[in-house]
Protein backbone atom coordinates (compact mmCIF):
# COMPACT_ATOMS: atom_id res chain seq x y z
CA UNK A 1 0.00 0.00 0.00
CA UNK A 2 1.07 3.66 -0.95
CA UNK A 3 0.87 5.80 1.72
CA UNK A 4 -0.01 8.95 1.37
CA UNK A 5 0.35 11.03 4.74
CA UNK A 6 -2.51 13.74 3.72
CA UNK A 7 -5.22 11.34 2.98
CA UNK A 8 -5.33 9.41 6.30
CA UNK A 9 -6.63 10.01 9.12
CA UNK A 10 -5.69 11.56 12.13
CA UNK A 11 -5.86 8.56 14.65
CA UNK A 12 -3.94 6.52 11.23
CA UNK A 13 -1.57 9.53 10.86
CA UNK A 14 -0.96 9.34 14.82
CA UNK A 15 -0.09 5.64 14.84
CA UNK A 16 2.31 5.68 11.10
CA UNK A 17 4.03 8.59 13.76
CA UNK A 18 4.80 6.20 16.54
CA UNK A 19 5.78 3.77 13.94
CA UNK A 20 8.20 5.92 12.56
CA UNK A 21 9.84 7.79 15.85
CA UNK A 22 11.54 4.78 17.17
CA UNK A 23 13.56 6.46 20.35
CA UNK A 24 17.62 6.24 20.16
CA UNK A 25 18.48 4.23 22.96
CA UNK A 26 19.78 6.27 25.81
CA UNK A 27 23.94 5.88 26.99
CA UNK A 28 25.15 6.59 30.64
CA UNK A 29 27.61 9.22 30.14
CA UNK A 30 28.17 11.35 26.59
CA UNK A 31 31.03 13.36 25.65
CA UNK A 32 31.62 15.21 22.79
CA UNK A 33 33.76 14.60 19.47
CA UNK A 34 34.92 17.08 17.96
CA UNK A 35 31.64 18.77 16.63
CA UNK A 36 29.78 15.45 17.84
CA UNK A 37 28.08 14.05 20.93
CA UNK A 38 28.88 10.62 21.48
CA UNK A 39 28.45 8.03 23.76
CA UNK A 40 30.30 5.47 25.19
CA UNK A 41 31.53 3.42 22.34
CA UNK A 42 32.09 5.95 20.60
CA UNK A 43 28.93 6.31 18.20
CA UNK A 44 27.01 9.53 17.99
CA UNK A 45 24.45 10.37 20.29
CA UNK A 46 21.83 13.21 19.06
CA UNK A 47 20.06 14.73 21.40
CA UNK A 48 16.28 15.29 20.11
CA UNK A 49 14.83 16.97 23.37
CA UNK A 50 12.20 18.92 24.44
CA UNK A 51 12.00 21.83 27.17
CA UNK A 52 10.09 21.46 30.30
CA UNK A 53 9.84 23.96 32.49
CA UNK A 54 10.32 23.41 36.22
CA UNK A 55 11.10 27.15 36.90
CA UNK A 56 7.96 28.94 37.27
CA UNK A 57 6.73 30.32 40.61
CA UNK A 58 5.23 27.09 41.98
CA UNK A 59 8.84 24.73 41.14
CA UNK A 60 7.15 22.25 40.10
CA UNK A 61 7.30 20.70 36.34
CA UNK A 62 3.95 21.90 34.58
CA UNK A 63 1.56 19.46 33.65
CA UNK A 64 1.58 17.23 37.08
CA UNK A 65 -1.99 18.12 37.62
CA UNK A 66 -2.96 17.32 34.65
CA UNK A 67 -1.83 13.88 33.97
CA UNK A 68 0.39 11.39 36.24
CA UNK A 69 4.44 11.24 35.53
CA UNK A 70 4.49 8.30 34.15
CA UNK A 71 2.12 8.84 31.95
CA UNK A 72 3.61 12.11 30.66
CA UNK A 73 7.36 10.48 30.39
CA UNK A 74 5.65 7.70 28.13
CA UNK A 75 4.09 10.34 25.88
CA UNK A 76 7.47 11.97 25.77
CA UNK A 77 9.40 9.02 24.09
CA UNK A 78 6.14 8.14 22.24
CA UNK A 79 6.07 11.45 20.80
CA UNK A 80 9.69 10.73 19.12
CA UNK A 81 11.86 12.41 21.71
CA UNK A 82 14.55 10.94 23.63
CA UNK A 83 15.20 13.79 26.17
CA UNK A 84 13.94 16.63 28.03
CA UNK A 85 15.48 20.10 28.62
CA UNK A 86 14.36 20.16 32.53
CA UNK A 87 14.31 23.59 33.68
CA UNK A 88 15.40 24.96 37.30
CA UNK A 89 15.52 28.39 39.29
CA UNK A 90 18.43 28.62 41.11
CA UNK A 91 16.40 29.59 44.16
CA UNK A 92 15.83 25.73 44.38
CA UNK A 93 18.36 25.09 46.03
CA UNK A 94 20.47 28.25 47.01
CA UNK A 95 17.48 29.93 49.03
CA UNK A 96 16.53 28.38 51.96
CA UNK A 97 12.90 29.41 51.95
CA UNK A 98 12.26 27.29 48.61
CA UNK A 99 14.81 24.55 50.50
CA UNK A 100 11.83 23.88 53.24
CA UNK A 101 9.02 24.00 50.78
CA UNK A 102 6.55 20.79 50.33
CA UNK A 103 4.82 20.67 46.70
CA UNK A 104 1.52 21.11 48.87
CA UNK A 105 2.73 24.22 50.48
CA UNK A 106 4.10 25.95 47.29
CA UNK A 107 0.71 25.21 45.54
CA UNK A 108 -1.18 26.58 48.36
CA UNK A 109 1.21 29.49 49.11
CA UNK A 110 0.04 30.82 45.54
CA UNK A 111 -3.63 29.81 46.08
CA UNK A 112 -3.51 27.07 43.37
CA UNK A 113 -6.02 24.75 44.26
CA UNK A 114 -7.64 23.66 41.26
CA UNK A 115 -3.89 22.70 40.34
CA UNK A 116 -3.91 21.09 43.85
CA UNK A 117 -6.51 19.16 43.40
CA UNK A 118 -5.24 17.86 39.90
CA UNK A 119 -2.02 16.91 41.73
CA UNK A 120 -3.82 15.14 44.22
CA UNK A 121 -5.90 12.86 41.88
CA UNK A 122 -2.88 12.73 39.50
CA UNK A 123 0.27 12.41 41.53
CA UNK A 124 -0.83 12.63 44.94
CA UNK A 125 2.36 11.00 46.04
CA UNK A 126 4.42 14.40 45.25
CA UNK A 127 2.61 16.39 47.52
CA UNK A 128 4.69 16.12 50.27
CA UNK A 129 7.53 15.91 48.82
CA UNK A 130 10.78 18.57 48.88
CA UNK A 131 10.75 20.75 45.93
CA UNK A 132 13.79 19.70 45.35
CA UNK A 133 13.01 15.47 45.96
CA UNK A 134 9.64 16.38 43.11
CA UNK A 135 12.58 17.33 40.59
CA UNK A 136 14.22 14.47 41.62
CA UNK A 137 11.46 11.81 41.14
CA UNK A 138 10.73 13.84 37.59
CA UNK A 139 14.15 13.09 36.51
CA UNK A 140 14.15 9.88 37.78
CA UNK A 141 11.10 8.65 36.06
CA UNK A 142 12.68 10.28 32.92
CA UNK A 143 15.52 7.98 33.41
CA UNK A 144 13.40 4.52 34.01
CA UNK A 145 11.51 5.66 30.67
CA UNK A 146 15.00 6.16 28.91
CA UNK A 147 14.59 9.82 28.47
CA UNK A 148 17.93 11.94 28.73
CA UNK A 149 18.00 15.27 30.51
CA UNK A 150 19.67 18.02 30.49
CA UNK A 151 19.51 20.12 33.85
CA UNK A 152 18.92 23.99 32.93
CA UNK A 153 19.35 26.53 35.08
CA UNK A 154 16.54 29.09 33.48
CA UNK A 155 16.56 31.72 36.22
CA UNK A 156 17.05 32.60 39.36
CA UNK A 157 14.24 33.83 41.64
CA UNK A 158 10.88 31.15 40.12
CA UNK A 159 9.66 32.94 37.79
CA UNK A 160 8.26 33.34 34.09
CA UNK A 161 11.81 34.09 31.92
CA UNK A 162 13.03 36.47 30.12
CA UNK A 163 13.31 40.16 30.00
CA UNK A 164 16.00 42.13 29.18
CA UNK A 165 14.91 43.84 32.50
CA UNK A 166 13.98 41.59 35.15
CA UNK A 167 17.65 41.31 36.86
CA UNK A 168 18.08 37.94 36.41
CA UNK A 169 19.80 38.02 32.76
CA UNK A 170 23.78 38.87 33.58
CA UNK A 171 26.02 38.48 36.60
CA UNK A 172 25.54 41.03 38.83
CA UNK A 173 22.11 42.02 38.01
CA UNK A 174 19.85 42.25 41.26
CA UNK A 175 19.29 38.88 40.83
CA UNK A 176 22.23 37.40 39.84
CA UNK A 177 24.65 37.17 41.77
CA UNK A 178 27.77 34.48 40.20
CA UNK A 179 29.04 33.37 43.53
CA UNK A 180 25.32 32.15 44.65
CA UNK A 181 25.07 30.58 40.92
CA UNK A 182 28.76 29.02 41.31
CA UNK A 183 27.57 27.73 44.24
CA UNK A 184 23.98 26.55 42.82
CA UNK A 185 25.79 24.52 40.06
CA UNK A 186 27.72 22.80 42.04
CA UNK A 187 25.19 21.51 44.40
CA UNK A 188 23.10 20.58 41.43
CA UNK A 189 25.41 18.74 39.23
CA UNK A 190 26.50 16.51 42.74
CA UNK A 191 22.84 16.16 43.87
CA UNK A 192 22.66 14.63 39.94
CA UNK A 193 25.77 12.58 40.17
CA UNK A 194 25.95 8.79 39.41
CA UNK A 195 22.35 9.55 37.71
CA UNK A 196 23.08 8.32 34.49
CA UNK A 197 19.79 9.44 32.72
CA UNK A 198 21.42 13.26 33.72
CA UNK A 199 23.35 13.62 30.40
CA UNK A 200 24.51 17.44 30.43
CA UNK A 201 23.97 21.06 32.48
CA UNK A 202 23.18 24.30 30.68
CA UNK A 203 24.83 26.39 33.00
CA UNK A 204 22.55 29.23 32.73
CA UNK A 205 20.03 30.34 30.00
CA UNK A 206 19.66 33.52 28.10
CA UNK A 207 22.10 35.20 29.10
CA UNK A 208 20.64 38.93 28.16
CA UNK A 209 19.94 42.28 29.42
CA UNK A 210 22.28 46.22 29.51
CA UNK A 211 24.92 44.26 32.02
CA UNK A 212 26.07 42.04 29.26
CA UNK A 213 29.54 41.55 28.12
CA UNK A 214 32.05 39.47 26.64
CA UNK A 215 34.81 40.19 29.28
CA UNK A 216 32.47 39.28 32.32
CA UNK A 217 31.01 36.00 30.20
CA UNK A 218 35.06 34.80 30.06
CA UNK A 219 35.18 35.43 34.17
CA UNK A 220 32.45 33.54 34.99
CA UNK A 221 30.98 30.60 32.55
CA UNK A 222 34.00 28.67 32.32
CA UNK A 223 34.00 28.97 35.90
CA UNK A 224 30.92 27.91 36.03
CA UNK A 225 31.72 25.35 33.32
CA UNK A 226 34.78 23.97 36.21
CA UNK A 227 32.71 23.78 39.35
CA UNK A 228 30.47 21.63 37.31
CA UNK A 229 32.87 19.41 35.96
CA UNK A 230 34.66 19.16 39.69
CA UNK A 231 30.85 18.29 41.05
CA UNK A 232 29.85 15.73 38.48
CA UNK A 233 32.61 14.93 35.94
CA UNK A 234 30.03 13.19 33.39
CA UNK A 235 27.99 15.43 32.55
CA UNK A 236 27.90 17.87 28.99
CA UNK A 237 28.76 21.36 30.08
CA UNK A 238 26.52 23.65 27.79
CA UNK A 239 27.27 27.28 27.87
CA UNK A 240 24.66 29.86 26.24
CA UNK A 241 25.65 32.75 24.20
CA UNK A 242 24.85 36.61 24.74
CA UNK A 243 21.58 38.72 23.76
CA UNK A 244 19.10 36.04 24.56
CA UNK A 245 21.39 33.14 23.36
CA UNK A 246 21.26 34.47 19.97
CA UNK A 247 24.88 35.54 19.69
CA UNK A 248 27.58 33.70 20.12
CA UNK A 249 30.13 35.13 17.77
CA UNK A 250 32.28 36.64 20.64
CA UNK A 251 33.43 33.09 20.62
CA UNK A 252 35.56 32.75 16.70
CA UNK A 253 38.11 34.53 18.37
CA UNK A 254 38.46 33.81 21.33
CA UNK A 255 37.88 29.87 22.26
CA UNK A 256 37.13 29.03 25.64
CA UNK A 257 39.74 27.40 27.66
CA UNK A 258 38.75 25.13 30.58
CA UNK A 259 40.73 21.96 32.17
CA UNK A 260 39.01 19.43 31.12
CA UNK A 261 38.13 17.69 27.43
CA UNK A 262 35.67 16.28 25.41
CA UNK A 263 32.44 17.95 27.46
CA UNK A 264 31.85 21.63 25.97
CA UNK A 265 28.94 22.24 24.36
CA UNK A 266 27.87 25.75 22.78
CA UNK A 267 23.31 26.59 22.97
CA UNK A 268 21.77 28.69 20.67
CA UNK A 269 18.39 29.94 20.33
CA UNK A 270 16.15 30.58 17.39
CA UNK A 271 12.33 31.77 17.23
CA UNK A 272 10.60 33.59 14.04
CA UNK A 273 10.56 36.42 16.95
CA UNK A 274 14.30 36.52 17.44
CA UNK A 275 13.89 38.77 13.87
CA UNK A 276 10.36 40.46 15.16
CA UNK A 277 8.34 40.90 12.07
CA UNK A 278 11.03 40.01 8.96
CA UNK A 279 9.43 36.75 7.88
CA UNK A 280 6.46 38.49 7.00
CA UNK A 281 7.52 42.14 6.14
CA UNK A 282 9.66 40.92 3.39
CA UNK A 283 9.97 38.26 1.08
CA UNK A 284 9.73 34.95 2.36
CA UNK A 285 13.28 33.74 0.76
CA UNK A 286 14.68 37.12 0.67
CA UNK A 287 14.13 36.52 4.74
CA UNK A 288 15.08 32.52 5.07
CA UNK A 289 18.32 33.62 3.18
CA UNK A 290 19.49 36.66 5.67
CA UNK A 291 18.46 35.33 8.84
CA UNK A 292 20.52 31.63 7.71
CA UNK A 293 23.47 33.48 7.25
CA UNK A 294 22.68 35.56 10.19
CA UNK A 295 22.72 32.25 12.22
CA UNK A 296 25.36 30.67 10.64
CA UNK A 297 27.33 33.77 11.91
CA UNK A 298 26.11 34.16 15.34
CA UNK A 299 26.52 30.07 16.17
CA UNK A 300 26.27 28.08 13.39
CA UNK A 301 30.64 28.63 12.84
CA UNK A 302 31.14 27.25 16.05
CA UNK A 303 30.64 23.71 14.13
CA UNK A 304 33.36 24.31 12.50
CA UNK A 305 35.38 25.06 15.50
CA UNK A 306 35.34 21.38 16.35
CA UNK A 307 32.40 21.86 19.47
CA UNK A 308 28.78 20.45 19.17
CA UNK A 309 26.26 23.37 18.82
CA UNK A 310 22.62 22.73 20.66
CA UNK A 311 20.11 24.19 19.51
CA UNK A 312 18.34 24.22 22.83
CA UNK A 313 15.23 26.50 21.85
CA UNK A 314 13.23 26.61 18.97
CA UNK A 315 9.90 26.38 18.41
CA UNK A 316 6.39 27.56 16.56
CA UNK A 317 2.71 28.65 17.26
CA UNK A 318 1.52 24.63 16.85
CA UNK A 319 -2.05 25.87 15.61
CA UNK A 320 -0.29 26.55 11.74
CA UNK A 321 -1.83 30.18 11.59
CA UNK A 322 1.47 32.61 12.20
CA UNK A 323 2.85 32.98 8.94
CA UNK A 324 6.21 34.51 10.20
CA UNK A 325 6.27 30.78 12.39
CA UNK A 326 4.99 29.28 9.29
CA UNK A 327 7.75 30.32 7.17
CA UNK A 328 10.54 29.92 10.14
CA UNK A 329 10.29 26.87 10.75
CA UNK A 330 10.37 25.28 7.41
CA UNK A 331 13.57 27.61 7.00
CA UNK A 332 14.85 26.67 10.41
CA UNK A 333 14.18 22.93 9.93
CA UNK A 334 15.90 23.34 6.78
CA UNK A 335 19.27 24.83 8.52
CA UNK A 336 18.69 22.27 11.42
CA UNK A 337 18.56 19.19 9.00
CA UNK A 338 21.76 20.58 6.86
CA UNK A 339 23.57 21.30 10.19
CA UNK A 340 22.55 18.05 11.52
CA UNK A 341 22.21 19.41 15.13
CA UNK A 342 21.21 18.54 18.50
CA UNK A 343 18.16 20.30 19.19
CA UNK A 344 15.19 21.06 21.95
CA UNK A 345 12.14 22.12 20.96
CA UNK A 346 10.47 24.84 22.81
CA UNK A 347 8.19 23.01 24.05
CA UNK A 348 6.71 19.83 25.84
CA UNK A 349 4.53 21.23 28.12
CA UNK A 350 0.14 22.24 26.94
CA UNK A 351 -0.46 24.38 29.68
CA UNK A 352 1.28 26.31 33.32
CA UNK A 353 -0.23 25.92 36.52
CA UNK A 354 0.36 29.73 36.78
CA UNK A 355 2.08 32.03 34.48
CA UNK A 356 2.25 36.01 34.80
CA UNK A 357 -0.75 35.82 37.29
CA UNK A 358 -2.83 33.60 35.03
CA UNK A 359 -3.72 30.11 35.89
CA UNK A 360 -3.99 27.41 33.60
CA UNK A 361 -2.90 29.58 30.82
CA UNK A 362 -2.16 27.23 27.45
CA UNK A 363 0.95 26.96 25.43
CA UNK A 364 0.59 27.09 21.71
CA UNK A 365 3.69 26.03 21.10
CA UNK A 366 3.66 22.72 23.55
CA UNK A 367 4.04 19.76 22.26
CA UNK A 368 0.96 18.61 24.38
CA UNK A 369 -2.29 19.41 24.05
CA UNK A 370 -4.29 21.65 26.53
CA UNK A 371 -5.04 18.69 29.30
CA UNK A 372 -1.63 17.19 28.38
CA UNK A 373 -3.82 13.73 26.88
CA UNK A 374 -2.07 13.85 23.83
CA UNK A 375 0.15 16.04 20.87
CA UNK A 376 -1.61 19.03 20.14
CA UNK A 377 -0.47 18.87 16.84
CA UNK A 378 0.47 15.46 14.95
CA UNK A 379 1.22 17.13 11.78
CA UNK A 380 3.65 19.35 13.54
CA UNK A 381 5.40 16.32 15.30
CA UNK A 382 5.79 14.54 12.19
CA UNK A 383 7.63 17.12 10.76
CA UNK A 384 10.09 16.46 13.31
CA UNK A 385 10.59 12.82 12.59
CA UNK A 386 13.37 12.88 10.43
CA UNK A 387 15.81 15.57 12.10
CA UNK A 388 15.40 12.89 15.35
CA UNK A 389 17.97 10.48 14.43
CA UNK A 390 21.33 12.13 13.26
CA UNK A 391 22.63 12.01 9.34
CA UNK A 392 26.01 12.15 9.85
CA UNK A 393 28.09 11.55 12.62
CA UNK A 394 30.30 8.30 14.33
CA UNK A 395 28.85 5.26 13.62
CA UNK A 396 27.20 6.38 10.91
CA UNK A 397 29.44 4.86 8.16
CA UNK A 398 27.30 4.39 4.97
CA UNK A 399 28.19 6.37 1.93
CA UNK A 400 28.32 10.35 2.07
CA UNK A 401 24.97 11.03 0.11
CA UNK A 402 22.59 14.00 -0.78
CA UNK A 403 19.15 13.07 0.47
CA UNK A 404 16.53 15.91 -1.02
CA UNK A 405 14.72 17.00 2.11
CA UNK A 406 11.24 18.79 2.07
CA UNK A 407 10.91 20.65 5.42
CA UNK A 408 7.49 21.62 4.74
CA UNK A 409 6.57 18.30 5.38
CA UNK A 410 9.49 16.78 7.31
CA UNK A 411 9.76 14.31 4.41
CA UNK A 412 12.32 13.34 1.52
CA UNK A 413 12.21 12.17 -1.65
CA UNK A 414 11.79 8.34 -2.37
CA UNK A 415 11.56 6.40 -5.49
CA UNK A 416 8.14 4.79 -6.59
CA UNK A 417 8.63 0.83 -6.10
CA UNK A 418 5.85 0.34 -8.17
CA UNK A 419 7.31 2.75 -11.84
CA UNK A 420 10.58 3.06 -10.40
CA UNK A 421 10.26 6.28 -12.64
CA UNK A 422 8.58 8.53 -10.24
CA UNK A 423 9.37 10.43 -7.01
CA UNK A 424 7.63 11.19 -4.47
CA UNK A 425 7.72 12.06 -0.59
CA UNK A 426 8.25 9.25 2.22
CA UNK A 427 10.30 8.74 5.59
CA UNK A 428 13.95 10.30 5.52
CA UNK A 429 14.86 6.78 7.35
CA UNK A 430 15.26 5.31 4.00
CA UNK A 431 15.33 8.06 1.35
CA UNK A 432 16.98 8.14 -1.82
CA UNK A 433 20.74 9.02 -1.89
CA UNK A 434 21.92 11.64 -4.52
CA UNK A 435 25.17 13.17 -5.76
CA UNK A 436 24.65 16.77 -7.12
CA UNK A 437 27.32 18.23 -9.17
CA UNK A 438 26.15 21.75 -9.36
CA UNK A 439 23.91 21.24 -12.41
CA UNK A 440 22.60 17.48 -12.84
CA UNK A 441 21.13 15.49 -10.11
CA UNK A 442 21.93 11.47 -10.14
CA UNK A 443 20.40 9.12 -8.29
CA UNK A 444 23.56 7.16 -6.27
CA UNK A 445 24.72 4.01 -7.56
CA UNK A 446 23.01 4.22 -10.98
CA UNK A 447 22.97 6.00 -14.02
CA UNK A 448 19.55 7.48 -13.63
CA UNK A 449 19.09 11.61 -13.06
CA UNK A 450 16.19 13.26 -12.65
CA UNK A 451 14.62 14.88 -16.00
CA UNK A 452 12.27 17.44 -15.92
CA UNK A 453 9.33 17.29 -18.02
CA UNK A 454 7.05 20.60 -17.79
CA UNK A 455 5.28 22.12 -15.86
CA UNK A 456 2.63 20.23 -13.34
CA UNK A 457 4.63 17.35 -14.45
CA UNK A 458 6.24 14.78 -12.60
CA UNK A 459 9.60 14.91 -12.93
CA UNK A 460 11.12 11.40 -14.06
CA UNK A 461 14.37 8.84 -13.43
CA UNK A 462 15.91 8.65 -16.88
CA UNK A 463 18.91 7.88 -18.34
CA UNK A 464 21.33 10.90 -18.88
CA UNK A 465 21.34 13.37 -21.98
CA UNK A 466 23.35 16.12 -21.95
CA UNK A 467 20.61 18.65 -22.71
CA UNK A 468 18.53 21.14 -20.24
CA UNK A 469 15.46 19.15 -19.09
CA UNK A 470 18.67 17.61 -16.74
CA UNK A 471 19.77 21.20 -15.24
CA UNK A 472 19.19 22.20 -11.83
CA UNK A 473 20.44 25.56 -10.26
CA UNK A 474 19.66 26.29 -6.46
CA UNK A 475 18.21 29.69 -6.88
CA UNK A 476 16.42 32.30 -4.86
CA UNK A 477 18.38 34.31 -1.57
CA UNK A 478 17.16 30.73 0.26
CA UNK A 479 18.80 28.78 -2.10
CA UNK A 480 16.01 26.31 -1.02
CA UNK A 481 14.30 26.45 -4.41
CA UNK A 482 15.95 23.75 -7.26
CA UNK A 483 14.94 25.27 -10.36
CA UNK A 484 15.24 24.02 -14.16
CA UNK A 485 16.35 26.04 -17.17
CA UNK A 486 12.69 26.96 -18.12
CA UNK A 487 12.28 28.33 -14.44
CA UNK A 488 9.90 25.10 -13.15
CA UNK A 489 10.92 24.38 -9.37
CA UNK A 490 10.71 21.23 -7.65
CA UNK A 491 7.37 21.02 -6.03
CA UNK A 492 4.66 18.18 -4.75
CA UNK A 493 1.51 17.76 -6.66
CA UNK A 494 -2.15 18.51 -5.81
CA UNK A 495 -1.85 14.39 -4.51
CA UNK A 496 0.31 15.72 -1.77
CA UNK A 497 2.63 13.58 -2.64
CA UNK A 498 4.45 13.25 -5.86
CA UNK A 499 7.72 15.17 -6.83
CA UNK A 500 6.83 17.83 -10.03
CA UNK A 501 7.50 20.56 -11.26
CA UNK A 502 5.57 24.18 -11.78
CA UNK A 503 6.70 27.67 -11.90
CA UNK A 504 9.42 28.85 -9.48
CA UNK A 505 7.20 30.86 -7.02
CA UNK A 506 7.79 33.85 -4.60
CA UNK A 507 11.63 33.79 -5.94
CA UNK A 508 11.83 38.03 -4.42
CA UNK A 509 10.12 40.47 -4.02
CA UNK A 510 6.71 39.46 -3.38
CA UNK A 511 6.20 39.25 0.26
CA UNK A 512 2.72 38.21 0.48
CA UNK A 513 3.18 34.21 -0.80
CA UNK A 514 4.29 31.53 0.82
CA UNK A 515 7.26 29.30 -0.90
CA UNK A 516 7.35 26.63 1.70
CA UNK A 517 5.78 23.91 -1.10
CA UNK A 518 8.42 24.43 -3.33
CA UNK A 519 11.24 24.44 -0.29
CA UNK A 520 14.11 21.23 -0.65
CA UNK A 521 17.01 21.04 1.08
CA UNK A 522 20.02 18.93 -0.17
CA UNK A 523 21.37 17.67 2.72
CA UNK A 524 24.62 15.74 3.63
CA UNK A 525 23.55 12.35 4.75
CA UNK A 526 25.41 8.95 5.52
CA UNK A 527 22.11 6.95 6.16
CA UNK A 528 21.51 4.25 5.13
CA UNK A 529 19.44 5.00 1.34
CA UNK A 530 16.72 3.01 -0.46
C1 LIG B 1 26.19 3.96 21.54
O1 LIG B 1 25.25 4.23 20.51
C2 LIG B 1 25.10 3.18 19.57
C3 LIG B 1 24.21 3.69 18.47
O2 LIG B 1 23.01 4.17 18.95
C4 LIG B 1 24.57 1.94 20.28
O3 LIG B 1 24.43 0.90 19.37
C5 LIG B 1 25.52 1.57 21.39
O4 LIG B 1 25.00 0.47 22.13
C6 LIG B 1 25.77 2.72 22.33
N1 LIG B 1 26.80 2.39 23.28
C7 LIG B 1 26.63 2.59 24.60
C8 LIG B 1 27.78 2.22 25.47
O5 LIG B 1 25.62 3.06 25.07
C1 LIG C 1 14.70 33.81 48.86
O1 LIG C 1 13.48 33.82 48.14
C2 LIG C 1 12.54 34.74 48.67
C3 LIG C 1 11.24 34.51 47.94
O2 LIG C 1 11.42 34.68 46.53
C4 LIG C 1 13.07 36.13 48.52
O3 LIG C 1 12.16 37.08 49.04
C5 LIG C 1 14.39 36.24 49.27
O4 LIG C 1 14.97 37.49 49.06
C6 LIG C 1 15.35 35.18 48.81
N1 LIG C 1 16.51 35.17 49.65
C7 LIG C 1 17.72 35.32 49.19
C8 LIG C 1 18.82 35.27 50.23
O5 LIG C 1 17.97 35.50 48.03
C1 LIG D 1 -8.03 27.54 48.45
O1 LIG D 1 -8.12 26.59 49.50
C2 LIG D 1 -7.91 27.14 50.78
C3 LIG D 1 -7.84 26.01 51.79
O2 LIG D 1 -8.82 25.02 51.51
C4 LIG D 1 -9.03 28.14 51.07
O3 LIG D 1 -8.84 28.73 52.33
C5 LIG D 1 -9.00 29.23 49.99
O4 LIG D 1 -10.07 30.11 50.15
C6 LIG D 1 -9.07 28.61 48.59
N1 LIG D 1 -8.83 29.65 47.62
C7 LIG D 1 -9.53 29.77 46.51
C8 LIG D 1 -9.11 30.89 45.59
O5 LIG D 1 -10.42 29.02 46.23
C1 LIG E 1 -0.63 21.62 12.69
O1 LIG E 1 0.63 21.97 12.17
C2 LIG E 1 0.64 22.02 10.76
C3 LIG E 1 2.08 22.08 10.26
O2 LIG E 1 2.97 22.73 11.12
C4 LIG E 1 -0.23 23.17 10.31
O3 LIG E 1 -0.21 23.29 8.92
C5 LIG E 1 -1.65 22.90 10.81
O4 LIG E 1 -2.48 23.98 10.50
C6 LIG E 1 -1.69 22.62 12.29
N1 LIG E 1 -3.00 22.09 12.61
C7 LIG E 1 -3.67 22.33 13.72
C8 LIG E 1 -5.00 21.68 13.86
O5 LIG E 1 -3.25 23.05 14.60
C1 LIG F 1 16.40 15.73 -23.51
O1 LIG F 1 16.66 14.35 -23.42
C2 LIG F 1 15.54 13.53 -23.09
C3 LIG F 1 16.00 12.13 -22.86
O2 LIG F 1 16.79 11.70 -23.91
C4 LIG F 1 14.46 13.66 -24.15
O3 LIG F 1 13.32 12.91 -23.79
C5 LIG F 1 14.07 15.13 -24.28
O4 LIG F 1 13.15 15.31 -25.35
C6 LIG F 1 15.29 16.01 -24.54
N1 LIG F 1 14.88 17.42 -24.41
C7 LIG F 1 15.32 18.34 -25.23
C8 LIG F 1 14.83 19.71 -24.94
O5 LIG F 1 16.09 18.11 -26.12
Redesign the pocket.
Given at each position: MKLSLFHTSPALLFIILFQTLNPQPTSAYLSTSGRWIVNESGQRVKLACANWPSHLAPVLAEGLSKSPLDAISKLIGSMGFNCVRLTWPLYLVTNSSYAKLTVRQSFQGLGLNVSLDGLTRNNGWILDKMLIEAYQAVVANLGSNNIMVILDNHITQPGWCCDNNDGNGFFWDRFFNPHEWLAGLSRMARLFNGVTNVVGMSLRNELRGPKQNVPVWYEYMPRGAEVVHQANPNVLVILSGLSFDNDLSFLSNHEVKLSFSSKLVHEVHWYAFSNTDTWSNQNANDACGSITSNIMRKAGFILSKGTPLFMSEWGIDQRGGKRNDNRYSSCALAALAAMDLDWALWALQGSYYLREGILDEEEVYGAMNLDWSGPRNATFLHRLASIKSPFQGPGLNNPLNKVLYHPKTGLCIVQDSSTNSLLHLGPCDSPRGWKYNGQNIQLVNSDLFI?ESGAGQPVTL??F?D????KWNLISNSKLHISSQTNLCLDIGSDGNTLITNPCNCISRDKNCDPEGQWFKMVPSNRPVQ
Open positions: KTSANDSF
